[in-house]
């Protein structure tokens, strides 16, 4: 399961698309921003996987309005009676794509959540972003309290680190899986995958700045934000990884204390996340300081 596989790319961006984009930009850059910003804010939606259904079956599904943002979500709750957890997918991801953890963790008797992010697996609408999934956490822990750990996946895991950071510094337990860095490096990646000029990028910048409350500018980085985090945190990632650098994590570790760092290699971006190896690591991580109560 674990073998290095040939198709680790990353996503790509059809021709025709960028194309579009090129032609946009000359005629008009705010129209191009627009379209560009279209494609920023929507997620690819991807059919479950068979190995999926079982731990979807086994859950509780209820559907959770988060008033910040006027949108509803499908959550998801495996009952335990040990410690209440929360995990958080990634960009284009859903509630059960850590279904592997999660199974582990009902094993050993925690209390799961996990969510549907706003146009994400079957929670409705087609466009969503980060601040979005951040506004998710808060409602969450707001409406469900006592959360002891958080476990987030790529742009999961940034969000759980802001929403730690910022606003709820008592979390005991953080794990970061493959998370990027800077949203102000990733909006410029973005720009050059695109292949857009720089009078369309700072378009779009200005737009998500204004449009999510947030200056999007290079102090928007966790290296520099989560600098006072207090939450034991375990950094994930995989020296293979197409998607999301492991240099993003290096940095990270580098400058956030009390965080622990666990690298692999040959797992890429998501089979990261049914790594036999890795989940062990994770329950390790929260045992440490969350003791289970005995059946």
């Known amino acids: 399961m674990d073998k290095p596989r040939k198709d680790n790319r990353g996503f790509v961006i059809p021709k025709i698309i960028i194309f579009s984009l090129k032609i946009l930009d000359f005629i008009s850059p705010y129209l191009c921003m627009r379209f560009a910003g279209y494609l920023w804010t929507k997620p690819l939606k991807y059919k479950i996987p068979k190995r999926e259904i079982p731990i979807i079956k086994s ?14 979500i499908k959550l998801y709750r495996w009952k335990g009676k040990g410690p209440k957890i929360l995990l958080v997918h990634g960009w284009s991801g859903r509630a ?19 969510f549907d992010a706003p146009a994400h697996g079957n929670s409705p609408t087609s466009t969503s972003n980060i601040p979005e999934f951040i506004a998710c956490i808060k409602e969450l822990s707001s409406s469900i309290k006592s959360f002891k750990g958080i476990i987030g996946h ?9 929403y730690t950071s910022i606003y709820k510094n008592k979390l005991k337990k953080l794990v970061l899986i493959s998370p990027f860095n800077s949203v102000y490096e990733l909006f410029h990646g973005f720009f050059k995958q695109i292949n857009v000029s ?7 910048i200005n737009y998500y700045s204004k449009k999510t409350g947030i200056m999007i500018d ?3 980085s966790v290296h520099k934000f989560a600098r006072p985090l207090k939450s034991e945190t375990l950094i994930i990632h995989d020296e293979n990884d197409k998607e999301i650098s492991i240099e993003n994590s290096k940095l990270i570790k580098s400058n956030i204390k009390n965080i622990q760092a666990y690298f692999t290699k040959g797992l890429g971006h998501r089979r990261i996340l049914r790594n036999e190896s890795v989940t062990k690591k994770i329950l390790d991580f929260l045992k440490e300081e969350l003791p289970l109560q005995i059946l």
């Open 154 to 162: 790529s742009g999961g895991a940034f969000a759980s680190i802001y």
């Open 198 to 204: 720089k009078k369309v990028g700072d378009l779009m």
């Open 59 to 72: 859950s509780k599904i209820s559907t959770v309005k988060i008033k910040e943002i006027g949108k509803e």
């Open 218 to 220: 290079e102090d928007l």
């Open 96 to 114: 059960t794509s850590m279904y592997f953890i999660i199974q582990k963790l009902i094993e050993n008797n925690y209390d799961v959540y996990s």
